[in-house]
């Protein structure tokens, strides 16, 4: 366990494991009663070993916007007992305490359980900035890409503008206007580029979070065709050169497309934070997921892709999203994507 020490308004809890301990059975509590400072949770520590390193933080973050609960509230700890934590040598600061029980859709945001999902996406933002604070390297688990909004306002609170590498078999650009379902995660790259724009202002405040212009999405299963038919979620500014569909990716080879995404970011020189989606796997080999895609990538695929910025110092940071524990009674799928980040990323 890496010594730290955390501390909340009003001081000091403690240090080492005793403190991790405290910071966890601080989180569980109500939302109401997190402590704050300035209305911002505070994740502090003084270890130069975390600073220089930059060691990877776990955050779970088990929000599932269709406020049924759904099986992806239970992934955080599916990796947790897969032994994500242990494979990275990284500390784990537990879950944060966010529930969404509110299935109804707000009228003027279009987003199921608005109060809670926007609850929810604050204390992502508070824990993601004040670890990146301090020198952690974060990695959040979600849940579904509802907490995507959470971590990249935490990372621009830090650190101001960022690129985002989204790898995803959908390109969750849906608005509240065109979605059907209202739930967050359909919308997720919509709201942080801006196109959703009252949803992102009450989830995020002042947006866009990303450009479109800084977005490399990777893996959309059928991109092509949304393009070629004018639908909806395609009808944004995500220049067509930075969407690396499935497709693309399957006739270059994952090999060629990592070397690709790897050029592109070095030329540009930014940070950037990477969204991990793992329905960008195809059913055939993820059917863990809750809207399951056809990308034809396998696990080598996919391993390739995300060792290509595991690597990169710029990498700030990571969120993992959708696994479906109820549709993985064997926890095998759990263990199969801890082996892909602990691949990339140890």
């Not at 220089?52 to 239970?74: D, H, K, Q």
């Not at 759990?334 to 990339?344: F, I, Q």
Request: proline content about 6%.
């Amino acid at each position: 366990m890496t010594r730290g020490v955390w501390w909340a308004p009003g001081g000091r809890i403690s240090d080492g494991p005793a403190g991790l301990s405290a910071a966890n059975r601080v989180l569980k509590q109500p939302a109401s009663r997190v402590p704050t400072a300035k209305g911002r949770l505070v994740i502090m520590s003084t270890a130069d070993e975390i600073v220089t390193g930059r060691r990877w933080l776990v955050i779970g973050a088990p929000m599932e916007g269709s406020g049924t609960g759904r099986g992806e509230i239970g992934a955080p700890g599916a990796f947790r007992r897969a032994g994500l934590v242990e494979g990275l040598g990284a500390v784990d600061f537990g879950d944060l305490p966010i529930a969404v029980t509110d299935g109804s859709r707000d009228p003027v945001t279009g987003i199921i359980g608005h109060h809670q999902i926007a609850t929810g996406t604050k204390l992502i933002a508070d824990a993601v900035s004040s670890a990146l604070l301090v020198g952690w390297r974060p990695i959040v688990l979600g849940g579904c890409c509802s907490i995507l909004p959470g971590a990249l306002t935490g990372l621009r609170r830090h650190s101001g503008p960022a690129k985002l590498v989204f790898l995803d078999g959908h390109l969750d650009l849906f608005t509240p206007k065109d979605t059907r379902t209202g739930e967050l995660a359909g919308m997720a790259l919509a709201v942080v580029t801006g196109y959703a724009a009252e949803a992102a202002g009450a989830l995020a405040g002042p947006v866009p979070l990303v450009e479109p212009a800084d977005v490399l999405a990777i893996g959309d299963a059928d991109g092509t065709r949304r393009r070629e038919s004018g639908a909806a979620e395609a009808a944004t500014a995500i220049p067509d050169a930075r969407v690396m569909d499935a497709q693309s990716i399957r006739s270059m080879g994952a090999e060629t497309a990592a070397a690709r995404a790897a050029a592109l970011l070095d030329r540009e020189g930014m940070p950037y934070w990477l969204h991990f989606d793992i329905d960008v796997l195809d059913q055939a080999v993820m059917p863990a997921v809750s809207f399951p895609a056809a990308t034809g990538l396998g696990y080598a695929e996919v391993e390739t892709l995300l060792k290509a910025f595991g690597g990169d110092p710029r990498l700030i940071g990571v969120s993992v999203a959708d696994l479906n524990v109820d549709r993985d009674p064997q926890h095998e799928y759990a263990g199969k994507v801890t082996e892909l980040l602990v691949s990339a990323f140890a």
